[in-house]
């Protein structure tokens, strides 16, 4: 079984600030997917980033950067220069990478953190 | 926008009622996914199809129901709705066994 863990209910920066939004995952499989959505009130969510569990580097898009470390099981995503329209709900969420297998599509999400931004 | 695009937006039904929502897919997407979340809540997984056929499904229980279109279009279907299905429900596409999946915007559904 997947578990993801976010233990920050809530988040206040200052406009133009970094944040760090904390995420810790627990799985049994060898290779895994690991996601950051951004959900604004409208309900959508919107694609952030992707780590995958083979990939050496810390993967990067844009203003935003997964802190990827392994051994801990933690994916911290990375918001640099924080502007006011970040305000929403960030879900951390992973998947299963069984090739062929009916748990590869499904997304385990954990509770969410809501960032706010401060002019 | 990501081109999944959910209907209807809003909906409110009365318990015991059966309701249907619909999801279309971004272009080229042969897999969606449906997702319950209710309010404050993570999304949780339902199932998802792939080639008209569920590949895969969650904790839900078999009055929740779904369709895929040879267009790979989706619908899923509750029967005797509960209160507690009253939920935001997400859908979302994806190519098959590949690294992104895009959502709609959802559709609100409210049992009363």
């Known amino acids: 079984a997947q578990k993801i863990t976010q233990t920050q209910p809530g988040m206040f920066v200052q406009e133009k600030e970094a944040v760090t939004l904390d995420c810790t995952y627990d799985t049994s499989d060898q290779s895994y997917g690991l996601f950051w959505y951004k959900q604004p009130s409208s309900g959508e969510m919107i694609f952030l980033i992707y780590?995958?569990?083979?990939?050496?580097q810390n993967a990067t898009e844009g203003r935003y950067s997964l802190n990827f470390q392994k051994a801990r099981k933690s994916a911290n995503l990375v918001i640099s220069a924080s502007q006011l329209g970040d305000s929403a709900m960030y879900f951390c969420?992973?998947?299963?990478?069984?090739?062929?297998?009916?748990?590869?599509?499904?997304?385990?999400f954990g509770q969410g953190t809501i960032l706010t931004v401060h002019p | 926008e990501t081109g999944v695009t959910q209907s209807p937006t809003h909906l409110i039904k009365t318990r015991g009622q059966q309701v249907t929502l619909r999801c279309s897919s971004q272009?080229?997407?042969?897999?969606v996914s449906w997702y319950q979340q209710a309010l404050g809540q993570g999304p949780q997984f339902i199932f998802q199809y792939y080639r008209e056929e569920e590949n895969g499904r969650g904790n839900f229980p078999p009055r929740f129901s779904g369709l895929q279109f040879p267009n790979y279009s989706s619908e899923l279907n509750v029967n005797a709705l509960e209160l507690d299905d009253s939920a935001l429900y997400l859908c979302a596409s994806s190519l098959y066994q590949t690294t992104e999946a895009f959502f709609g915007q959802g559709t609100r559904l409210t049992v009363v």
């Open positions: 272009s080229g997407h042969n897999t």
């Open positions: 780590q995958g569990s083979y990939d050496e």
């Open positions: 969420a992973m998947r299963g990478a069984h090739a062929g297998g009916t748990s590869y599509g499904k997304l385990t």
